[in-house]
């Protein structure tokens, strides 16, 4: 029941499409020395700087505005919360899903001027349809707020300011849903970098707007201001960038031509799944209206659990859908394996031991992050307790992102949909179980239980087809992984155990800020020792680490 309300595109997935991966991974394969795994890399340089600017938002945002001291905060991020929604069933969800095959057929068979004006003419559907949905939100945002955010009802200072917010934030919507259309023009011709750019502009903006204010109202404000702003400067790059591609997507009146409505077709069912996973957003946001800070604890732990997501699970997924195609479309079934076997190890020799230390310092992390200016100690315990309950559930998130390849590749959707559907059932239900024993926490521990499902699920349903079971060899480095990744829990249960003692050495040369330095010696001091132990171990030999980033694509 995850209660991601930060409008970060750098993690946003849609359901990859193998044609429109497999004609960018061909222009890439040109270039020598391409390798599927090499290739995830600009992805995940571009998603690391992008969730660095985020981090860096949040602090500044949790810093001016706190969590429980007053509305700011929760009014701010519920602000945010309400067009994002949107934004992922219709921009980056079943319009673009429907829109990127179409285009990239169209380029294929049609040529480049019947391309572009299928692009230009489904951007102006959707143009229309979310600005419309967007003035309808406006004006009905009073009434739709006592559905969403019905807690605040008691508060009426932060009932009417997180109205007068989300009505401030709703033109993101059609500038976002823009924005993951052009995304999918410029992707569609191998070109993703300048995609992978514009999330830094948001951070980038809303820092520029909400660093100078001292109140936290006054910060919101202009918080949500600095959203619209970057999302029309969003807009603008990648307009640039798609002109400089080539295309030519050119404003239009919006049309019903048979070619849209075929893409609304293929849309709607689209939406009507997406709005299954909205489901969660919905209900945690009712759960999270009740306790005030709670929108803000779960935004700034998700900040943190969602690095491990973007940078493994989604780089390595789609550098791993192109090869899953051929291999698929080949026959050849051990090379599929192989693939898969090798993603998921790497994938958790990276994402195991962020996991470790979100389960064994969560408050170490957050406090040292966080706790400062209105974001109080009281919301670092807070934040720190939901942190610990998504780090248990952070190695499934990233799984779920690659099995669901091995049925992609093969053009199957309709499974990982089912699958997600007993998800989202699973998610609301424990989610209301456990909210009312641990509160904001449970909402996390219902995103991790129900995460962790769906995993056994998928791998019992490729086991079954005779799809995929990962070898002996994968269990036993998996095995090893997970050793290494206990043993560094362990260590840094000890830094945990010994903060005090740490922040006492650097006292004297923080100059009464030791808790970063102590957070940050501890960090450094894990990286090394985490790779010594995962190399001592046999996890993964630094042989085959440099062998994976030197593989040609075949």
Known sequence: MSDTNGPDQSTTETIADPAAEALAQKDAAKKPGASLIRSSLVNSSLTLVSRFAGFLRDLVIGYRMGASIGPAGDAFYTALMFPNLFRRIFGEGAFAAAFQPAYVRALAQDGKEAADKLAEEAMAGLAAITILLTIVCQLAMPWLMLVISSGYVTDPAKFKLAVMLTQITMPYLPCMAIYAHLSGVLNSHGRFIVSGIAPVLLNIVMLLFVFPQSDPVAASIWASAGVVTAGLFQVGLLWWGVTKSGSHVRLCWPTLNPQIRALIGKAVPGALSASAFQVNIFISGIL?????????????????????????????????????SRAVHTGDEADASSAMDEAITFAMAFTL???????????????????????????????????????????????????????????????????????????????????????????????????????????????????????????????????????????????????????????????GHAKEPALALTALAALPLYAVLLFALGGVTPAELKGVLRRKAR
């Open 353 to 511: 031991p962020a996991a470790a230390a979100m389960v064994a310092m969560p408050f170490f992390i957050i406090d040292g992050l966080f706790t400062r200016g209105a974001f109080l100690a009281v919301d670092s315990h807070h934040t720190a307790a939901v942190l610990l309950q998504y780090g248990w559930g952070a190695p499934a998130f990233v799984l779920m992102q690659i099995i669901n390849r091995a049925f992609y590749a093969r053009q199957d959707t309709k499974t990982p949909m089912r699958v997600a559907m007993t998800q989202v059932a699973a998610n609301v239900v424990l989610g209301l179980i456990l909210f009312r024993f641990i509160g904001a926490a449970g909402i996390a521990a219902a995103t991790s239980a129900a995460s962790w499902l769906s995993v056994v699920q998928m791998l019992l349903i490729l086991k079954g087809r005779g799809f995929y079971t990962p070898s002996a060899l994968a269990w036993a480095r998996m095995g090893r992984i997970l050793a290494a990744s206990v043993l560094l829990g362990l260590v840094l249960a000890g830094a945990n155990y010994l903060r005090p003692s740490i922040e006492g050495v650097l006292a004297p040369i923080s100059f």
């Open 288 to 324: 999270a209206s009740q306790i005030a800070g709670a929108r803000t604890w779960l935004n700034a732990a998700d900040r943190l659990y969602q690095l491990p997501v973007g940078l493994v699970g989604v780089a390595i997924g789609v550098a791993l859908l192109p090869r899953l």
